[in-house]
């Protein structure tokens, strides 16, 4: 087994996970995915994440004032919203999205049960810990870009020890509250949460896996 076929099987059984177990993760697993998720790279080696974890006592009161809020309150991120998903963006939007309906058995055009769905994102859908990523704002969108592969890195980190992880936008969607919540600065950016723990393998939420461009419509060759 060469380390890209391990690489390619750890990326291809990673996915997003929208059910947990209650159960939590040990400390010293979470602080390993971080350390490894730490090396990679940075433009400078600023690495400006940033990475606020709760355990299951804080999780439990955050995800329960989280959900009261974006009940209540129109969204105030610190980045800004797509400006639009259009073509193949759009296509791709809609594929994951019917996908993850049909899963769940939300039928289409049922907007009570779609939006139902999407408040499981304030619930953390379960899981017992999340973490807040934020980046230094005075470094900008390659702050930002930088804290994008830590993301990556840290959701690859958290499968190859069989943790289940979802990046949620829509949690930084709340910025405002998330850093009132934690008591993060301004200069700090709240770009995305990550929800963690064990995955809840039987339900129908993580019963399904998105596709991918082929090749062709990604890599661009230059002779
Ligand atoms: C930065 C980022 C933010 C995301 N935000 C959300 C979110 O708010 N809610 C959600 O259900 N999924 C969210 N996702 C998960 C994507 O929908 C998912 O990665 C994509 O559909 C590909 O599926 P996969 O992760 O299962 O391979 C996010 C992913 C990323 C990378």
């Known amino acids: 087994m060469t380390g890209y076929d391990t690489l390619s099987d750890l990326l291809a059984s990673r996915y997003s996970c929208r059910a947990f177990k209650p159960g939590p993760v040990p400390r010293d697993t979470i602080e390993k995915i971080v350390t490894a998720a730490g090396r990679v790279p940075s433009w400078c080696n600023a690495q400006p994440w940033q990475v606020t974890v709760t355990d ?26 797509p400006k639009q998903y259009t073509g193949l963006y759009q296509d791709r939007r809609r594929t994951c999205g019917w996908q993850l309906y049909e899963a769940v058995g939300v039928e289409k055009g049922d907007r009570a049960a779609s939006a139902a769905q999407m408040m499981e994102n304030f619930r953390l859908f379960g899981a017992p810990h999340v973490a807040i990523i934020t980046s230094e704002a005075d470094l900008g969108t390659y702050g930002v870009m930088d ?27 709340h910025g405002r509250f998330v850093h009132d919540w934690f008591g993060i600065p301004d200069t700090r950016l709240v770009l995305a949460a990550i929800s963690f723990g064990l995955a809840d393998a039987d339900h129908p939420a993580n019963a399904f896996r998105t596709e991918r461009a082929p090749l062709p419509e990604i890599l661009d060759w230059r002779g």
Do not use: M, Y
């Open 56 to 81: 299951k006592p804080e999780t439990d009161r955050f995800r329960e004032a989280l959900f009261a809020h974006a009940a209540a309150n129109s969204s105030q991120p610190d980045l800004d919203w």
């Open 147 to 173: 804290c994008g592969g830590f993301i990556a890195a840290f959701c690859l980190a958290a499968q190859s020890l069989n943790v289940a992880t979802i990046p949620q936008a829509a949690v930084a969607g």
